[in-house]
């Protein structure tokens, strides 16, 4: 057998491997971003301050947000005409307390829409008022008038079959612009938005043979006082009178 000539092994040192240089120091942000993270942190900040200053002033002069009612709806006039044209004559009482002991309410202007089936058929300005602590105001509010409705098939068809209850489905929308009172001090502005869903029976007027007229709900069950739904979003601006 021929000699299996042997080579010889070359071992490896950890000195024969590559040095590593020093590892690079993180680069420091740059004045640009240092100065847009410390805007950011003076936003946060105010941001913070102006929510807790709010929330200290409204448990201090213990809050609490007007109430509206709708007690009282007359609807003598209701119906489409083939154009899909509404006329309509709807009066409503709605009653407007302050529940507060220290705060009364400037209402400033007050804007009052109404709705079938989600289309406006009137709107209008309400007068303004000033409200004291622990009071009740009614307002009147009055629309009447024709209206072209954008009504389908089935809107049709149901606006019938309501006609045939004597009972209508009619929404109104409330926006306040209104200040609160508290001494000598005014607290504003604040947008206040109402919404009242209503359930209102059609009222007929019969004439007797004397000539002596009434007024009658075509439905048994008459008009329900209705509670509307008050979504106060309050931005605080003070200034004196």
Request: hydrophobic fraction near 35%; charged fraction near 25%; proline fraction near 5%.
């Amino acid at each position: 057998m021929a000699d299996i000539e042997k080579q010889p092994v070359q071992e490896c040192h950890k000195e024969d491997e590559p040095k590593k240089g020093p590892e690079p120091e993180p680069k420091s942000p740059s004045p640009r971003r240092r100065r847009f993270v410390l805007i950011l942190k003076i936003v946060a900040a105010v941001i913070a301050v102006v929510v807790l200053g709010n929330l200290i002033f409204w448990a201090v002069i213990n809050f609490r947000k007007m109430k509206f009612y709708v007690t009282d709806a007359t609807l003598t006039e209701f119906y489409l005409t083939e154009d899909n044209n509404l006329h309509y004559n709807l009066r409503l009482n709605l009653t407007v307390r302050n529940p507060n002991k220290r705060i009364g309410f400037r209402y400033d202007r007050v804007e009052a829409g109404a709705f079938y089936d989600g289309d406006r058929f009137d709107s209008g300005n309400l007068l303004s008022f000033y409200q004291p602590p622990k009071t009740t105001t009614v307002v009147d509010a009055w629309f009447s008038g024709v209206k072209k409705l954008s009504l389908g098939f089935d809107e049709i068809k149901e606006f019938y079959e309501q006609k045939g209850s004597g009972v209508y489905p009619v929404d109104v929308k409330i926006r306040v612009y209104s200040s609160i009172k508290l001494g000598k001090i005014n607290v504003g502005d604040f947008k206040v938005k109402i919404k009242c869903g209503l359930k209102i029976p059609m009222i007929s007027t019969t004439t007797n043979s004397d000539g002596q007229s009434w007024a009658s709900y075509t439905s048994s069950a008459g008009f329900r006082t209705a509670q509307c739904h008050v979504d106060f979003n309050p931005l605080i601006v003070i200034y004196n009178d």
